[in-house]
């Protein structure tokens, strides 16, 4: 329960209108929670029904996508588009392309997204969508022809100054070719519809790096805060996806040691340090299984599932996998193990239950919507470059990519300690991000 009657009924409203949506409903009540302190200080925003109106998308979309495979058979998939919140600018976020996409991973995907684009202090909204088709074992032609077919309808309610899609699980740099491909075919128009995109066609250099690296450079942040460093410290990281490899690189570069990785059917120990060529070789060149690692590292371990690699003695973890992929049982194996610092690359990938344990056993914790903040930030970088028909170099945008990522911890850090919650970067986060969107929607007045 909410201990503000209001809140509460807000929430009680969302588990109605939504039911069955469980990501959803604990990415609300985590936010909900830390705007109590918010809702005493700021009547204006109830009375304008700020927050009512903030936890109910602007638009849902949810579509057929029919292709073709390779037999000749006729596939049917589910495509969604949450237009979740443009008070503070067009529509933004990635397209999610798994098996485990509804309803529900869309919205708690699109509604934490608001946040983090406010925290970025550039002009971007909340958006978020996706598809339940799964690219695994797929060819490079199947893979065209769902984007084209997915993009066939998503072009009818995007555009550059209206909603800006890019990656996120599922979807890198290939799909994101595709689509751009088939957008630009149906509108006959080259713009900076989708962010992501390759370098030779309006792509920001450092947007595929930047995730990692951003997550990096916050926790660094948070780190030299509290009077600590990688250098020297033991790391884990889940997941080997996009977000993984650049955080282990970065990680890697501020002095620390990687010593684990994972996918979604296991991890590899290497007490060495992990070798990032092989990876990158076997997970962007090759995409194959993160297993593979120990043919060319015979002295690394792979173990089958994914939880056991929260068991590994670490210092800090960088959970970079997928939602709630920390439990309760997890947290309690990094604590007891002197794991002094979570930081998450992933969205929601630690459970309200998690959470508690880090908090209340000191660990410092950099929540996703603050921590990976840092890929749609280059993201938004890249709209920038795209409208002034220009490039900034590498150099350039990673140096600003810096500046926004110590900003969100600062930001995040003041606000939790102006409302009385001093350390708690989750409720810091969650307040920063809430107040510019509040402010916007309030001088905006009641348009939806
Ligand atoms: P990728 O598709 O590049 O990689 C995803 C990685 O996570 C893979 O190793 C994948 O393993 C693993 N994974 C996916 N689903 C599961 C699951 N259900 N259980 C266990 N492991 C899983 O995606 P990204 O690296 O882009 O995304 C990773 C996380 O970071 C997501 O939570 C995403 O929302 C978030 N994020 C991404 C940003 C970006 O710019 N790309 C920005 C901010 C956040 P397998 O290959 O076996 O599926
Ligand atoms: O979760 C995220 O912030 C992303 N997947 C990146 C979104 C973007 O628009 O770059």
């Not at 949506?21 to 009547?43: D, N, W, Y």
């Not at 579509?63 to 969604?80: C, E, I, L, P, T």
């Not at 690189?249 to 120990?269: F, M, N, P, R, W």
């Amino acid at each position: 329960m909410l201990a503000n009657p209001y809140l509460q009924g807000v929430f009680d409203a969302v588990i109605k209108r939504n039911p069955a949506e469980p990501e959803f409903h604990q990415a609300v009540k985590e936010v909900l929670e830390s705007l109590e302190p918010v809702v005493q200080k700021h009547p204006e925003y109830v009375s304008a029904g700020i927050i009512d109106r903030i936890v109910e998308p602007e638009r849902f979309i949810s579509f057929r996508v029919s292709w073709v495979d390779d037999a000749g058979k006729v596939q049917v998939n589910r495509g969604f588009r949450v237009q979740f919140n443009s008070a503070i600018g067009p529509y933004k976020g990635g397209l999610r392309f798994h098996p485990s996409v509804y309803s529900g991973i869309i919205k708690f995907l699109g509604f934490e997204q608001i946040f983090k684009n406010s925290l970025t202090d550039l002009p971007i909204g909340g958006g978020k969508g996706g598809s339940d088709f799964d690219p695994k074992g797929k060819s490079d032609n199947e893979i065209m022809k769902f984007c084209q077919s997915f993009m066939t309808e998503l072009s009818k309610h995007i555009g550059a100054d209206t909603d800006v899609p890019a990656g996120d699980i599922g979807v890198g740099g290939r799909e994101i070719g595709f689509m751009y491909g088939q957008y630009k075919r149906l509108r006959n128009e080259f713009t900076g519809v989708l962010t992501g995109k390759g370098l030779t066609y309006g792509g920001s250099l450092a947007r595929t790096e930047a995730t990692g690296y951003g997550l990096c450079y916050y926790t660094d942040e948070m780190l030299k805060d509290n009077g600590k460093s990688f250098k020297g410290a033991t790391v884990v990281i889940s997941g080997s996806g996009n977000v993984a490899i650049y955080a282990a690189q970065k990680a890697t570069e501020l002095g620390g040691k990687v010593v684990a990785l994972s996918d979604s059917s296991g991890y590899i120990h290497d007490p060495q340090g992990i070798n990032l060529a092989t990876v990158q070789q076997i997970k962007e060149v090759e995409r194959k299984r993160i297993s593979e690692y120990v043919n060319y590292h015979p002295n690394a371990t792979y173990t089958e599932g994914c939880s056991g690699i929260w068991s590994i003695k670490c210092d800090i973890a960088l959970p970079s996998a997928t939602q709630n992929e920390i439990d309760a049982k997890s947290a309690q194996m990094l604590v007891d193990n002197g794991c002094f610092a979570v930081a998450e690359g992933a969205n929601m990938p630690s459970t309200p239950e998690a959470v508690e344990i880090f908090h209340k056993n000191g660990v410092l914790f950099g929540p996703a919507k603050a921590a990976n903040a840092g890929g749609v930030a280059t993201s938004a970088l890249e709209m920038s470059q795209n409208s002034m028909r220009y490039s900034w170099t590498f150099e350039e945008v990673d140096a600003k990519l810096k500046n926004i990522m110590i900003n969100i911890y600062r930001e995040s850090s003041e606000a939790a300690q102006a409302y009385g919650l001093k350390g708690n970067l989750v409720a810091g986060a969650n307040i920063a991000g809430f107040m510019k969107v509040a402010q916007a929607m309030y001088s905006q007045g009641v348009a939806y």
